[in-house]
């Protein structure tokens, strides 16, 4: 029996014990039924109390990775590692996300090193270890050296470096690297410029004004991601190298923007002044309004409006060819009918108002 508990033809001798660290988090929502769909016993942690959106028959352990205590026996009897857990510039400080992205990864690293029984281990990181200030070759390949320009990127690409580590100490480990993610129950980026959106047509405008000048944007779907992992994960040849997931498909802006403008019956209005439409100051007393009317506030409100469609960056294309070469097919190409989905979904859940 190999390190992945199959025999030598290739049958699968034990059960597959999956540990989801960040499993409380958007992205770990989606993968814990994912895995347990396909077959997995999963455990699952996070910093919070047990929450009812965890199933059942998943053994949830509240802890945190930097002082959580005991996480030997966290790791105990796990094959398959997929750590989620990280922070973002969305809702995190400087030291928050040095602490909760490096120092996490270092921790559960050991601990998993330690145990000595994990066939895989899946590193989420992200894109944002390219950075934006120095040009990189484009479509941008897993293989060139990142230069993170943002406190973000750079504690992802330092956590990335402890995998590496640990790699060359002879764990198996996958690195995966999406863009902006979006999909049912993500609360920033994509889900922030359509609550942006919501917010207006509930001030009464029909038109969304959004700057003349486009910004290509890059987003992957969560079922995707979810998917890479799982194909990725268990793929022969994975181990050892890192992986770009995303689309493969670059909308502007202002598609984008007239994506979730129709979900609201508006028109897109194109506008010189970056700053144009409601200030913060309305569109937060708005937010409150309908948060008082019984609308989830799960959402963030960015302080900017519109921010994820004005985010520019010159290494924003990057190279799908290795996701491709282990025969990886993405769903979603098409935004258009992914982002009115999420949208649908929001309003069903009251994240967003219904109209
Ligand atoms: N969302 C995206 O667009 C995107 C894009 C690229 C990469 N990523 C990466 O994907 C991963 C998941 O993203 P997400 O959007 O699902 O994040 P999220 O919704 O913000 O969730 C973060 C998760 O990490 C847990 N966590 C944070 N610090 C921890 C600590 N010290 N100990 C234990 N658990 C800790 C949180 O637990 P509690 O909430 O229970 O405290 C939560 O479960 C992150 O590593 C992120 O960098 C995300």
């Not at 190999?2 to 025999?7: A, F, L, M, T, V």
């Not at 200030?279 to 302080?303: H, N």
Request: a negative charge; glycine letters at 8%; hydrophobic letters at 40%.
């Amino acid at each position: 029996m190999d390190r992945e508990g199959r025999s030598c033809d290739g049958t699968e001798m034990a059960a597959r014990r999956a540990l989801v660290t960040g499993a409380t988090g958007f992205i770990g929502s989606h993968l814990v039924p994912a895995l347990l769909a396909d077959g997995y016993q999963v455990r699952a942690c996070g910093r919070r109390t047990r929450p009812a959106t965890i199933p059942d028959e998943v053994d949830y352990r509240r802890v945190d990775l930097v002082d959580g205590g005991d996480l030997a026996a966290v790791v105990d009897g796990i094959t398959h590692v997929f750590h989620l857990a990280g922070a973002s510039s969305s809702r995190s400080s400087q030291e928050e996300m040095r602490r909760d992205n490096v120092e996490a990864s270092e921790h559960l690293l050991d601990a998993v090193v330690a145990a000595g029984s994990v066939a895989r281990v899946l590193i989420m990181s992200t894109t944002a270890v390219y950075g934006e200030e120095e040009e990189l070759p484009s479509p941008v390949p897993e293989d060139v050296r990142p230069h993170p320009s943002r406190g973000y990127g750079k504690a992802k690409w330092e956590a990335e470096q402890a995998a590496w580590r640990a790699g060359d100490a002879g764990l198996p480990v996958v690195v995966v690297r999406p863009v902006s993610v979006h999909g049912p129950g993500a609360v920033k980026l994509v889900a922030s410029a359509a609550l942006d959106v919501a917010l207006e047509h509930a001030m009464g405008l029909d038109r969304l004004v959004v700057h003349r000048q486009p910004v290509e944007q890059r987003l992957v779907h969560v079922d995707d991601l979810v998917g890479a992992c799982l194909h990725l994960v268990a793929h022969p040849e994975a181990a050892g190298r890192a992986f770009n997931v995303a689309s493969g498909v670059y909308p502007t802006s202002h598609e984008v923007a007239g994506i979730l403008a129709r979900c609201y019956g508006m028109e897109v209005v194109l506008d010189d002044d970056p700053d144009a439409g409601p200030s913060y100051d309305e569109r937060a007393a708005t937010r409150a309004s309908l948060v008082a009317a019984g609308m989830d506030d799960s959402i963030l409100l960015s302080q900017e409006r519109l921010r994820f469609l004005r985010k520019t960056n010159r290494n924003n294309r990057i190279s799908l060819e290795a996701l491709a070469s282990t025969g990886f097919r993405l769903g979603h190409a098409d935004p258009g009918p992914a982002i009115s989905a999420d949208v649908e979904w929001y309003r069903r859940h009251r994240w967003l108002p219904d109209g």
